[in-house]
């Protein structure tokens, strides 16, 4: 009986030991990264020329399909049913602009896509305004990397005495 309680006792605190020396491990690795942490931040607001390239419209669309299906269950017996398939895509508005950094797209869905689509035409400069968007790493106050990921569009406003290329030829 004192050996087999001795056995527990032996087996208890070699399990004890492997749980202090895993939360000590999770201590010391967390001690070594310190306290970093990860924020989004922006630049001041950017502006940049473009031409607008091209406009696009996109009209929304909508498609049901039935379809048989067939499926042999558990015990080998034959089912047949139907499949219905039903597909919406809204509609989409999209400008393409050309900078000097090359192109870029703007696309969605909603109304201001939508404003953007309307008030712009193909060959007509711009202002574009945008911000760049950095994911920065802090160590406590210190920044430890600061990357740049993605550029987020504003707005693109047409420059004054703006005439688009393609409706000024086709005027002459």
């Known amino acids: 009986m004192a050996q087999k309680q001795s056995r527990k006792t032996s087996s208890f605190i070699g399990y004890m030991r492997k749980e202090v020396a895993v939360t000590l491990a999770i201590g010391m690795i ?14 001041k607001t950017l502006h940049e020329d473009a031409k607008v390239v091209q406009t696009v419209y996109e009209p929304s669309r909508h498609s049901t399909d039935v379809s048989p299906t067939f499926h042999l269950d558990s015990d080998g017996d034959p089912h047949v049913g139907f499949a219905v398939t039903s597909i919406s895509v809204p509609e989409t508005y999209a400008v393409v602009f050309q900078c000097q950094h090359g192109k870029f797209i703007v696309e969605g869905e909603d109304q201001r896509h939508k404003e953007l689509w309307q008030k712009l035409s193909e060959g007509q400069k711009v202002d574009v305004t945008y911000q760049e968007e950095y994911r920065v790493v802090y160590d406590g106050t210190n920044v430890v990397s600061r990357d740049l990921f993605k550029y987020h569009f504003m707005d693109a406003v047409p420059k004054t005495n703006s005439v688009p290329e393609v409706k000024a030829e086709a005027e002459k």
């Open 30 to 43: 967390a001690l070594t990264n310190g306290c970093k942490r990860e924020v989004i931040e922006h630049s």
